[in-house]
């Protein structure tokens, strides 16, 4: 029962609890929350801070997000690090073979804007909501693996708060 | 060998396409060389045995001057323990000299790279294609008269 109190106060029991009235936006939202499967994106040092943040000390497991091979099992992409142009044309394709509902975090200065690389890369694109729609930005060169937790908190209050039926809010 | 001696010994076969000598410090030692004969030269080196370069350390492309581009070779001997630099310069409207893939192996993508970023042409390489660039990628990034181009595949280049 402790994971349904996170519902409160949208939940309503009956009986000895085997009844339950939510709406389906709290139940929606809820669920997708509880478990955004990621796709790992690390392209360079932002990828070291992911990786710790996934390791034991940060634990991201005990938010459900787990990392997966696949982009056809992932509900989050999360870009970390450098996008260069070459590999913009891939982040394209991955995140166009990602089911809906899909989220994205761009994590660190590079994928946010082009970082270091803003004035003379080149190859690198100067932020990778050119390519695709960014949900969540984490600043940071790099971003400790907190400031990546606040991020994914910070998506999973957009996700709590947005609507399936109404036309309020933009889902994806 | 002395820096010297591997000059003498290079200008007594090749006698005016080994060009000049430079020993300014602080940078290494280099002789520059006619780039047109840049492949016997290289087997010369790696073959003759008081010389015996068998390792190439590095082959740079460099943006020379205004009107030049150079290729430049450092190789090192395994076997004597002595090294050396040349450099083969090029005009950038014709920057064109023969390959030394066939002499070292790793010069083969180590020229890929030089034609990849300066654009020079590397005459007889088995596959000279870009390395690390796009291959629809347009001009030669580390030109310095390089102009980024403003889209790619659709997506805005500059900040």
């Known amino acids: 029962m402790g994971l349904l109190n996170k519902l409160d106060p949208h939940i309503e029991q009956f009986g000895s609890g085997n009844i339950i009235i939510t709406t389906v936006d709290k139940l929606l939202n809820w669920s997708r929350l509880s478990s955004m499967w990621q796709m790992f994106f690390g392209l360079a040092c932002c990828a070291i801070e992911m990786m710790a943040t996934s390791a034991s000390h940060y634990d991201l497991d005990r938010f459900g997000i787990i990392p997966r091979p696949s982009p056809r099992h992932c509900d989050i992409i999360l870009i970390s690090g450098t996008v260069t142009l070459k590999m913009a044309t891939r982040i394209k394709r991955l995140w166009d073979q990602m089911p809906e509902p899909k989220y994205c975090i761009s994590m660190g200065s590079c994928a946010n804007c082009g970082g270091p690389y803003w004035?003379?890369?080149?190859?690198?694109?100067?932020?990778?909501?050119?390519?695709?729609p960014v949900d969540v930005y984490v600043p940071g060169c790099p971003p400790r693996p907190e400031a990546l937790l606040e991020g994914l908190i910070k998506l999973q209050e957009k996700i709590r708060n947005q609507s399936t039926y109404q036309k309020t809010e933009k889902v994806s | 060998m002395d820096i010297n001696e591997i000059y003498n010994k290079l200008k007594a076969v090749f006698g005016d396409d080994i060009i000049e000598l430079k020993t300014d410090k602080p940078v290494d030692p280099f002789i520059i060389v006619n780039p047109e004969k840049i492949n016997a030269i290289c087997y010369f080196l790696r073959d003759e045995e008081s010389l015996q370069f068998d390792s190439l350390s590095c082959l740079s492309g460099v943006d020379?001057?205004?009107?030049?581009?150079?290729s430049v070779y450092h190789l090192y001997s395994y076997a004597l323990n002595h090294k050396l630099v040349i450099k083969a310069i090029?005009?950038?409207?014709?920057?064109?000299?023969?390959?030394?893939?066939?002499?070292?192996?790793?010069?083969?993508?180590?020229?890929?790279e030089a034609y990849d970023m300066m654009g020079i042409i590397y005459t007889g390489h088995p596959?000279?294609?870009?390395?690390?660039?796009?291959?629809?990628?347009?001009?030669?990034?580390?030109?310095?008269?390089?102009?980024?181009?403003?889209?790619?595949?659709?997506?805005?280049?500059?900040?």
């Open chain 1, 119 to 132: 004035e003379h890369g080149y190859h690198v694109l100067k932020g990778v909501d050119r390519v695709i």
């Open chain 2, 127 to 159: 596959d000279l294609r870009r390395i690390l660039t796009p291959e629809d990628w347009e001009g030669h990034p580390l030109r310095k008269d390089y102009k980024v181009q403003e889209f790619y595949n659709g997506m805005k280049v500059p900040y």
């Open chain 2, 90 to 112: 090029v005009p950038k409207e014709k920057p064109e000299l023969p390959t030394v893939s066939d002499v070292w192996a790793t010069a083969e993508w180590h020229e890929r």
């Open chain 2, 64 to 70: 020379f001057d205004k009107d030049n581009l150079a």
